[in-house]
C-alpha cells in the first residue's frame, strides 16, 4: 500500500500564496506521476497539476500561470506553490499519485485526505 501525507493548506487573503506538499510513503517500487486535484463544495473533483515521473507537467487552464508544482524524486514527494490566489481556488485540495507497490504489479490510483484551502478576505 501506499500512503500520501498532505500538508501546507490554511486560511489566506486573495493575492496571497500558500504552498502545499504532499509526500508518498509504504511499499513503493516506482512512482510514475504525481498531482494535485481540488473539490469545491457542490462541485465534482477536478485536476489542478500533476507532474510525470519524466518532468513533464499538466495544468488546469484556470490555474496555469500562477500554480507551480514540482518534484523530488528522491523523497517521492510533491510540492503545489500557488500564488496570487484566488476566492475561486477555495477547495480542498487533494494529493494523487500513480505508483506501483512492487516490480510486474500494474500501477496503482492512490489518494491522501485532502488538505483545505480557503482564499477569502
Known amino acids: 500500500q501506499v500512503q500520501l501525507g498532505e500538508s501546507g493548506g490554511g486560511l489566506v487573503q486573495p493575492g496571497g500564496s500558500l504552498r502545499l506538499s504532499c509526500a508518498a510513503s509504504?511499499?513503493?517500487?516506482?512512482?510514475?506521476?504525481m498531482g494535485w486535484y481540488r473539490q469545491a463544495p457542490g462541485k465534482q473533483r477536478e485536476l489542478v497539476a500533476t507532474?510525470?515521473?519524466?518532468?513533464?507537467?499538466n495544468y488546469a487552464d484556470s490555474v496555469k500561470g500562477r500554480f507551480t508544482i514540482s518534484r523530488d524524486n528522491a523523497k517521492n514527494t510533491v510540492y503545489l506553490q500557488m500564488n496570487s490566489l484566488k476566492p475561486e481556488d477555495t477547495a480542498v485540495y487533494y494529493c494523487?499519485?500513480?505508483?506501483?507497490?512492487?516490480?510486474?504489479?500494474?500501477?496503482?490510483?492512490?489518494w491522501g485526505q485532502g488538505t483545505q484551502v480557503t482564499v477569502s478576505s
Open positions: 507532474m510525470s515521473i519524466s518532468g513533464s507537467s
Open positions: 509504504g511499499s513503493i517500487f516506482r512512482i510514475n506521476a
Open positions: 494523487n499519485t500513480v505508483a506501483q507497490t512492487a516490480i510486474g504489479l500494474p500501477p496503482r490510483v492512490y
